[in-house]
């Protein structure tokens, strides 16, 4: 069974960090490509960041310079570190594993940035 778990979430004040991370289980983790995504109440689920099997990287125009995503194959892990964090960054924030074939979600984790 697939399991993909979030972690890392809570209220920081503007200009603070967090440091998100994301335990998968069931999957062949070096084999996927895992991405962070956010979605606000009453907003589209949209890409914060990725990161490739092979480690290449990508970042919303919105977070670049401030997120970094990294990667431990030996854990079966990814994170996201938050740095100079702002009130639009609020948002529920999920962990996605993808590779051909399959497509994974976690139940995510509450990150609320107060100003």
């Known amino acids: 069974q697939v399991q993909l778990v979030e972690s890392g979430g809570g209220l920081v004040q503007a200009g603070g960090s967090l440091r998100l991370s994301c335990a998968a289980f069931g999957i062949a983790f070096s084999c996927y490509n895992m991405g962070w995504y956010r979605q606000a109440p009453g907003k589209q689920r949209d890409l914060v960041a990725a990161i490739t099997n092979y480690g290449v990287t990508n970042y919303a125009i919105s977070v670049k310079g401030r997120f970094t995503i990294s990667r431990d194959n030996a854990e079966n892990q990814v994170f996201l570190q938050m740095n100079s964090l702002k009130p639009e960054d609020t948002s529920l924030y999920y962990c996605?594993?993808?590779?051909?074939?399959?497509?994974?979600w976690g139940k995510g984790t509450l990150v609320t940035v107060s100003s």
């Open positions: 996605n594993a993808e590779r051909y074939g399959g497509n994974f």
